[in-house]
């Protein structure tokens, strides 16, 4: 009986030797060859689910985003405002291997996006679902008294995610900064609830 291939399965463990290859070498060391000696799967087997090295570059990036959105969708609902907002928004910072990794590559493929649009799209479409997020959040710690009645609720959605978006590229910089990281974010949310100065 022919052995069954899960097809997302292999897809994923195909991007995963894309995030390693960008990791280790940078973007220049992606190619069709270079990723299906990397996932231990025949050139062609490879070709038939990502044509070109931009279809790989795409996944993989798109691979990215849907697993932080995924481990966002797990803290929603969390009881205490505050912890919910710190939990959400921590699976957007590389505080770990995982995340670290994720961001790395994610920042990589932005570095690529003038060479392939669909990395552009993809790019721009992520920001958009941060700001959102941000949105989302600030707007909940308003209408629980987490965020003071002073504050514009969309002024602070840009500023929160100005402080993702630095503090995330401070870490990768600067991997000692990780340290840090989660007291500055705790720190920042606390300071929502006092009045604008």
């Known amino acids: 009986m022919p052995k069954t291939i899960d097809h997302e399965q292999r897809k994923a463990e195909v991007a995963a030797a894309v995030w390693r290859l960008i990791v280790g070498s940078g973007v220049g060391a992606v190619s069709l060859r270079t990723v299906a000696a990397e996932a231990g799967i025949v050139l062609g087997s490879l070709r038939h689910s990502f044509p070109t090295k931009a279809d790989l570059l795409a996944y993989s990036m798109q691979l990215v985003h849907t697993s932080v959105e995924q481990r966002v969708a797990t803290h929603v609902g969390i009881k205490d405002p505050h912890a919910m907002a710190m939990a959400i928004l921590l699976e957007l910072l590389p505080v770990d291997e995982r995340r670290y990794t994720e961001m790395r590559v994610n920042v990589a493929l932005i570095a690529e996006s003038p060479a392939h649009p669909r990395l552009a799209e993809l790019a721009e479409e992520a920001q958009r679902a941060i700001a959102d997020l941000c949105r989302q959040i600030c707007r909940h710690l308003a209408a629980t008294d987490r965020l003071h009645s002073t504050r514009d609720v969309t002024t602070e959605a840009r500023r929160l995610h100005a402080l ?34």
């Open 164 to 197: 993702i978006d630095g503090l995330a590229l401070h870490v990768l910089v600067t991997p000692a900064a990780a340290r840090s990281l989660r007291s500055t974010l705790d720190a920042y949310l606390k300071d929502l609830a006092a009045p604008r100065s």
